[in-house]
């Protein structure tokens, strides 16, 4: 069975890793950059804290039947922290992650691309 609080944080990390990288490969843009990386990594520490919520259950769901385009999003959305994304929190982060999954995993399975507030 898919460990979806390990799934999601793991992503989160990583897309923090990301980030800083790309503070160092756009120095215009670093601190915007270094901020949301900064960002991801207190909410990859929030989740880490806070497996087995119910989001977590809601969200488990809504993974299985759909992992590739439940990856998709979560993809979508790590990468919006601090640009797109106003989470702050891991809980606030799993209320916009399972919003956008109820919201663009259609019934054909078809993932509607992610945009702005």
């Known amino acids: 069975m898919l460990d ?11 897309t923090a890793h990301w980030r800083y990288m ?18 991801l990594e207190r909410i990859a520490a929030d989740l880490r804290k806070a497996e087995g919520s119910q989001l977590h259950w809601r969200l488990q769901g809504l993974a299985g039947k759909n992992p590739e385009g439940f990856g998709e999003i979560l993809s979508q959305l790590t990468r919006a922290v601090g640009f797109r994304s106003s989470a702050e929190t891991g809980t606030e982060f799993l209320e916009e992650l399972f919003f956008h999954a109820e919201s663009w995993l259609e019934q054909d399975g078809v993932v509607v691309p992610f945009s702005a507030k």
């Open 22 to 39: 790309k503070a160092c490969e756009f120095p215009d843009d670093a601190d915007r950059n270094s901020e949301a990386a900064a960002r």
């Open 4 to 14: 979806i609080n390990t799934l999601i944080a793991d992503e989160v990390e990583s």
